[in-house]
Antibody, heavy 120, light 111 residues
Framework: QVHSVQSGAEMKPPGASVKVSCKTS????????IHWVRQAPGQRLEWLGW????????QYSQKFQDRVILTRDTSASTVYMELNSLRFEDTALYYC?????????????WGQGTPVTVSS | DFVMTQSPHSLAVSLGERATINCKSS??????????LAWFQQKPGQSPKLLIY???TRNSGVPDRFSGSGSGTEFTLTINNLQAEDVAIYHC?????????FGQGTRLEIK
């Protein structure tokens, strides 16, 4: 059974960095890409980027290009999303979502979400 | 960026009736005879769940009460025989061109 379990809630001051993990299980890690999507209060879902879990290649939304870093630990079947230079407007629920295959942009399984609050 | 606009913002439908949600893209999402359009259901307190992809292909396990249609820039999600468990926010998403973008969501309630 496919599972994506994300790390717990985070609270950070403006300017800090946050790193969220997404531990996957129930399938072959290298065969599926992982995307990150966030949902700020009252806002639409917003895509941050994608990582090829086999090669580590990444693709980012231009909006977050300078502030987000996606990495993976193949031995732990885990993907990480680091967001730097946090702003109040980064307060949101952050999701990892699996692509239907390595290069797919169709999100077939989502993690439970990690709340990130940016507060002074 | 592709701007996705859903209508209505919210709707209330009686049990057993049909619900229709529309999604319009600012640019065509049709390429190689495929529409790069997906629909998600997000129940309260839960993560989004994939319902439909390629505009009309139901994901595994999705009841056939749910159907998607449309092409190019205009799409529709139809829910027939509405059930109480269908109360949710529905999101459309284009994956034709990066960045991937979503509609603002449509809240579906029971009348």
């Amino acid at each position: 059974q496919v599972h994506s379990v994300q790390s717990g809630a985070e609270m950070k001051p403006p300017g800090a960095s946050v790193k969220v993990s997404c531990k996957t299980s129930g399938y072959i890690f290298f065969n599926y890409g992982i995307h990150w999507v966030r949902q700020a209060p009252g806002q639409r879902l917003e895509w941050l980027g994608w990582i090829n879990t086999d090669t580590g290649t990444t693709q980012y939304s231009q909006k977050f290009q300078d502030r987000v870093i996606l990495t993976r630990d193949t031995s732990a079947s885990t993907v990480y999303m680091e967001l730097n230079s946090l702003r109040f407007e980064d307060t949101a629920l952050y999701y990892c979502a699996r692509g239907q295959n390595l290069g797919s942009w169709i999100f077939d399984f989502w993690g439970q979400g990690t709340p990130v609050t940016v507060s002074s | 960026d592709f701007v996705m606009t859903q209508s209505p913002h919210s709707l209330a439908v009686s049990l057993g009736e049909r619900a229709t949600i529309n999604c319009k893209s600012s640019q065509s999402v049709l390429s190689n005879s495929r529409n790069y359009l997906a629909w998600f259901q997000q129940k309260p307190g839960q993560s989004p769940k994939l319902l439909i992809y390629w505009a009309s292909t139901r994901n595994s396990g999705v009841p056939d009460r749910f159907s998607g249609s449309g092409s190019g820039t205009e799409f529709t999600l139809t829910i027939n025989n509405l059930q109480a468990e269908d109360v949710a926010i529905y999101h459309c998403q284009q994956y034709h061109t990066g960045p991937i973008t979503f509609g603002q969501g449509t809240r579906l309630e029971i009348k």
